[in-house]
């Protein structure tokens, strides 16, 4: 019997090389909506080199202009932030990062003294990744130091970016795989990041799970900006419905995976300093990330609303659906899953 | 139990209206990637109105420029090419049209003097529909009074057309529903053309089955002109590989349907003279046509090499393969499908 899921991966890989096409030169807008219509990321190395954010933000020029205000930070043990926790007993949870805000220069501090190189460093990670524009909010006085939208994407895709997102971290921090209903541009400023990306036809590979949700939090009653040493624990949310999670990590092949994982390509590709990626809507991406200089790291990327429209999306949510219904029957092959009222996967 | 296809179909119809969107001026290389992209048609009214093949085509200038000339003729009985024939014992086979070369002055005769509103016209119906780049070579002499290529197509898809082809005919023949792997312009010059369009996720809705093919040949040995008013057989091909073949007619939707073709929303749209269609790649169309003024339907087509990298090809595939899944078990719900070495669909 052919499995549809295989041949799809198999066919997707014959077609498509596992590399990411590498540019020297940014796109037209024409040329950018090719990319976007095949879904498929370049990178476009040194785009950058000349917007100011790239020629001066340093940790001086960066605590100047922030001098006074507050950020968002997610604060967590290990630089795990909106990523899989495993209990004693095995059970798997998805846990956001604790929220804290504290004033930039304090929480600059925070990053800067801390590094994944140091291997006594027991204290909480700490990262700016509030993707709610943040750059145009929070951030508004770095904004002027780039762009205020990547021409080509806006034109092609005939709209301006729906949020404009400042990163900033160090190398403890690690964002797991998961995808986004989004067109990314992705510009690196200071440090390096190392993506691993893969297609939305991979879903079959990711091991999604549906997972109960919880939140670090501090111990402290009061006290709401968790100090770099204290302890962290996790608080369930009883009452949240759980959230589909991919708990196969392209970097640990062997550990969770699927029928299907061996079959995936997953892409790699480091953005230096000026480098601008695409990353196309319903990409899988696994982030982790190297200190530049100053021992930060620092990006800014450009959201823009996927289209729903067309075949993309309701083909890549039939690959989920495949996917599922062979995996219920798998789990439950003595229910009679094709009777009414049978238990249904959402 | 959820059924995934039939979800998909449901989904793609929440995000696309059944309609052919319409303009009334060309699109940029960009707006038309942007369809391209969506998989998704438009039709522009008028756009060929200043074409010369517009202005100057009627009878007595076709044959003044195709004087002398033999042309490539289907000849089929009721102006079936390349159309399901039922045997009186009801089983079903793909059948070819009986091919000609014939002067092109007797064949535009021919379809002159035939018309589906001459209720007693027994005579075999004649089509010149080619798709081999014909308007480049058999009827070269015309090509200079149609654009050499479409410049927003060209410059979109970065490629020239790798056919372009004239259709000449009456309103006898009919082509039945079927896809290609082309994105397709078009332009209609003389009559009208009623297409009724499905996108390709609509595969299960097309009940497409693998048939034997057949062809129509002319009784008498020597004949290779078929006479207008001669019988046609059918001579099957023992030899031939079956081929996939819809055989569910959107017109027609109470016969030989599947338990998806009640979910289709065909779109329908009818070129006047100097109207432009975008036929995107793997949609199902099925084309129906009026005569104009002089007795004849005339339409020319650019056809470009489609995109099969990304994820619009191989995800059409996974539409059909999961169909044929499905299908396999319900027609052999005895056999062990999971088995190795059981039969294969392909
Ligand atoms: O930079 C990171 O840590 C993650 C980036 C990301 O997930 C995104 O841009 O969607
Ligand atoms: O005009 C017709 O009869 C059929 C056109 C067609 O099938 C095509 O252009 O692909």
């Keep these: 019997m052919k499995d549809p899921l295989q041949d799809l991966i198999q066919a997707y890989h014959e077609l498509n090389a596992a590399v990411v096409e590498e540019l020297w030169e940014e796109p037209s807008a024409l040329e950018f909506m090719r990319y976007v219509a095949k879904n498929r990321p370049f990178v476009v ?15 001086g020029y960066l605590r100047k202009e922030m001098a006074g205000k507050e950020v968002n930070v997610a604060v967590t043990p290990l630089g795990n932030a909106d990523a899989v926790v495993e209990s004693p007993s095995g ?6 990062p604790f929220e804290t805000s504290e004033p930039f220069d304090s929480f600059l501090d925070a990053v800067q003294a801390s590094s ?15 993707q709610n524009d943040n750059l145009r909010n929070e951030y508004s006085s ?11 994407a806006r034109i092609a895709l005939s709209q301006p970016a729906e949020a404009i997102n400042l990163w900033l971290g160090n190398d403890r921090s690690v964002t797991s795989l998961h995808k986004d209903n989004y067109e990314n541009i992705y510009v690196q400023i200071r440090g390096q990041k190392q993506f691993v990306l893969m297609p939305p036809i991979e879903m079959p590979c990711v091991n999604e799970q549906l997972l ?30 759980p959230v589909p999670v991919a708990i ?24 230096q300093e000026g480098d601008l990626l695409y990353l196309p809507s319903l990409w899988y991406h696994k982030v982790s990330q190297s200190v530049g200089e ?7 990327n450009y959201w823009y609303d996927m289209e729903f429209a067309g075949q993309h999306w309701v083909t890549s949510s039939l690959v989920r659906d495949v ?24």
Excluded at 142 to 152: C, E, G, M, S
Excluded at 221 to 238: F, G, V
Excluded at 323 to 346: A, H, I, N, Q, T
């Design 45 to 59: 190395r040194q785009a950058a080199i000349d917007w100011r954010a790239v020629e001066r933000w340093d940790a």
């Design 91 to 96: 059970s798997k949870i998805f846990v956001e």
């Design 116 to 130: 994944s190189k140091g291997a006594n460093d027991t204290s909480n990670a700490r990262y700016a990744q509030t």
């Design 142 to 152: 770095l904004y002027r130091d780039v762009p205020a939208d990547i021409p080509f």
């Design 212 to 241: 109960g949700k919880g939140r670090y939090a501090t111990t402290s009653e009061k006290e709401t900006q968790a100090r770099s040493d204290e302890e962290l624990i996790i608080e369930r949310d009883a009452n949240a419905e």
């Design 248 to 271: 196969w990590d392209p970097d640990l092949p062997n550990q969770n995976p699927t029928p299907y994982s061996h079959l995936a390509q997953a892409l790699r590709v480091t953005l």
């Design 294 to 300: 100053e021992g930060f790291v620092c990006a800014v």
């Design 323 to 346: 996917y599922w219904e062979e995996e219920m029957k798998v789990r439950y092959p003595d229910l009679d899953l094709d009777e009414e009222g049978s238990d249904e996967v959402d």
